[in-house]
């Protein structure tokens, strides 16, 4: 079982629009948890850290339920520039886990 | 430099050449990673040190492959005999400290092709 799991996507939408992600992960230890973003051909880079009680950035809000072992990530008004690929990172004792990504397309 | 600097960015190798895959983290950072990517998937951990010591190889996929970092600062990924499905991008990634919420810093990986 991978450590962490999400949609693949791609997830295709308007400019404007909200958009959710979710993704689960499997080692209830788990310790901390990330959002990161990788454009096409590109590193990816942290997009935020999430946080027990829920944090938000401007246009983005992260969720974590350590119940149900998932994480969540909104983004609102999305602009063209959001389009990328969004990966789910869980830390536990200082390694990485990756998901494979969820590709987020945003349309004029 | 600021980031964490990978060297070659693109290597392309004959099958059964040795290749040595170089990072030089971020200045100061004690943690630095191994992953590999595969196109459409997420980075897949190889190996981490802290500082010059190796804390868990556990992802290197067979004895083909090993790492160092013998001054706590850059490290070598070396692969053997190399074969075709070594083929991927291979990412470096630091990290300031052991900490929980302390987020990796990647470099811009370096693409090994083996025909």
């Known amino acids: 079982r991978k450590e962490v799991e999400q949609d693949p996507g791609p997830f295709n939408v308007p400019e404007g629009a909200t958009v959710a992600f979710n993704c689960t992960y499997s080692?209830?230890?788990?310790?901390?948890f990330f959002w990161y973003r990788q454009d096409c051909r590109k590193e990816p880079k942290l997009l935020m850290s999430?946080?027990?009680s829920g944090n938000e950035d401007g246009r983005f809000t992260a969720q974590l339920n350590r119940a149900s072992q998932y994480i969540s990530l909104l983004i609102r008004d999305s602009k063209l520039s959001d389009s990328a690929t969004y990966l789910c990172?869980?830390?536990?004792?200082?390694?990485?886990?990756f998901g494979s990504g969820t590709k987020l397309n945003v349309k004029p | 430099g600021a980031g964490v600097s990978q060297s070659p960015r693109y290597k392309v190798t004959k099958r059964g050449q040795d290749v040595a895959l170089r990072c030089d983290p971020i200045?100061?950072?004690?943690?630095l990673y191994w992953y590999r990517q595969a196109l459409g998937q997420g980075p897949e951990f190889l190996t981490y040190?802290?500082?010059?010591?190796?804390?868990?190889k556990s992802g290197l996929p067979n004895d083909r492959f090993s790492a160092e970092r013998p001054e706590g600062s850059i490290s070598t990924l070396t692969i053997q005999r190399t074969e075709q499905r070594d083929s991927a991008m291979y990412r470096c990634?630091?990290?300031?400290?052991?900490?929980?919420?302390?987020?990796?810093?990647f470099g811009q990986g370096t693409r090994l092709t083996v025909v």
């Open positions: 040190f802290n500082y010059e010591a190796q804390q868990d």
């Open positions: 200045s100061g950072h004690v943690s």
């Open positions: 999430v946080y027990s």
């Open positions: 990634a630091s990290s300031f400290q052991q900490g929980v919420y302390t987020e990796a810093f």
């Open positions: 080692n209830s230890a788990s310790q901390s």
């Open positions: 990172v869980v830390k536990n004792f200082n390694k990485f886990y």
